[in-house]
């Protein structure tokens, strides 16, 4: 009875006291604080629409760490410290990563990593637009093991095709727009051996001769030795060849131009084919302000002009090529040069074109050994040498030495000319804009003449894609490099089937 009691009276304490105690407001919660830097992804909606139109950056070689430097580049190119800067096709929504290998290389080539991109499918290395099975160089077998870019697809559905490089456009990753061959260095009748030109079409050829629709509607790049024989200035096996010619005479209206002032000028109305070089255009730091010679950004805001006045879609392919060159180079600062150009074109397009009903899509073929190291301290300049901070945080007045005494600038490549070919001290490191950098291995090959010549390698990491657009929440995570052909052609519609 005891036990029960207390029980009672401490349940009569507990329970008693609570009629009387007011019930509390209940208070609103306090409103959600976003950080800015984490807004724009708040804002991301999914798109499904059918895509009207389909554009394909391309920079060529244009690795993380490309991108990383140019992006600090151009922010000190402003006077800013750089390291906060972002580019253009940065502040695109989705983003992931590229696996570059190609079904034989750990470390890609141009030929075979566009290949994938404009087919879906995987290849080797060196070949353009043919099946894996196919030996390099295999010209009988190439016919037979075809594989179809998207260009293809979209002129023969009736809509309008583009293709634009700073490279000559008859370049690797041009030619997978519109080629098919087993070496990616035939593109002009010159370049096949004797025994093989009567089985293999040389890839100028091929682009005066593509036959899908009414073949390529906006062609501008260099290249024009690759078209023309040497009567006229080219290199072609027959002196008086003219490529260009014909493709002018093969259809009413067609345009050829070959400056800036003509590009600027040219009629909407017919088809451009556009060589503002014997070769590769200019490096853009090489580039006068009177060039001839337009820049990346000019050629695609006039093909853009070109498309704005048709009513059909279209599919649009535009290279940044000489990224890669100067990366061969180990010319750093060039490289980023070309890559900021890069991100100016693909900023102007975003700003012309409406992403509700166009797929923007940016990344690169495969990336290079560029590194980014050392402890330089905040706003340090990306093409300098490595200055660290001291024990208590702030900049040293005087560069970090290695330990061989020397200093050593942020930029490296693992491999090129900037490395020495035999053993021997290490020499003070070049900095600025042409400077060749610094490297661990000296890479090359040597010529005709015995004469070794040095070049960096492609690197094997993987590649950034960046996409807006319908269906361009596909892009995520880490992909196979011949998704981006799938991605595309699914935002197309080209995977439904037909009623």
Known sequence: MRVRASVLAIAGVLFGGCAATPTPAIEEPPPLIVDASIQHRLDVQVNTKTARNVILFIGDGMGVATVTAARI??????????????????????????????????????????????????????????????????????HRNRLESLARQAETRGMLTGVISTARITHATPAAVYAVSPERNYESDRDIPISARNECADIARQLIGFNAGDGLDV?????????????????????DDNLVAKWLAAARGRQFLSTREELAAASTRGQWFGLFSRSHLSFEVQRAADSAQPSLTDMTMRALDWFADKEDGYFL????????????????????????????????????????????????????????GGYPTRGNP??????????????????????????????????????????????????????????????????????????????????????????????????????????????????????
């Open 73 to 142: 580049y151009a922010g000190q190119e402003r006077g800013e410290s750089g390291e906060e800067n972002t580019l253009s096709f940065e502040k695109m929504p989705h983003l992931a990563l590229l696996k570059t290998y190609t079904t034989n290389s750990q470390v890609s080539d141009s030929a075979g990593t566009a290949t994938a991109m404009l087919t879906g499918i995987k290849t080797r290395s060196g070949v353009i637009n043919v099946a894996p099975n196919v030996a390099r160089g295999d010209c009988a077998n190439a």
């Open 382 to 499: 990306i093409l300098g040498l490595v200055t660290t901070n001291d024990a208590r945080g702030e900049p040293k007045e005087q560069p970090e030495l290695a330990a061989d005494g020397q200093p050593y600038t942020t930029l490296t490549y693992a491999n090129g000319p900037g490395a020495p070919a035999a053993p021997r001290a290490r020499p003070r490191p070049e900095t600025g804009l042409a400077a060749v950098q610094q490297a661990a291995i000296p890479t090359g090959s040597r010529g005709l003449d015995g004469r070794f010549r040095g070049s960096e390698t492609h690197g094997g990491v993987d590649v950034a894609l960046y996409a807006v657009g319908p269906w361009s929440h596909l892009v995520g995570g880490v992909l196979e490099q011949n998704a981006v052909y799938h991605i595309m052609r699914h935002a197309l519609g080209f995977d439904r089937p037909t009623e």
């Open 317 to 372: 392919v535009v290279e940044a090529g000489r990224i890669d060159h100067a990366h061969h180079a180990a010319r750093a600062g060039v490289a980023l040069a070309e890559t900021v150009e890069f991100a100016r074109a693909i900023d102007q397009t975003l700003a012309r074109v409406d992403t509700a009903d166009t797929l923007v899509l940016v990344t690169a073929d495969h990336s290079h050994t560029l590194n980014i």
């Open 219 to 239: 062609v501008l790049g260099g290249g024009y030795s690759e078209f023309v024989g040497t009567a006229l200035g080219g290199d072609r096996v027959r002196e």
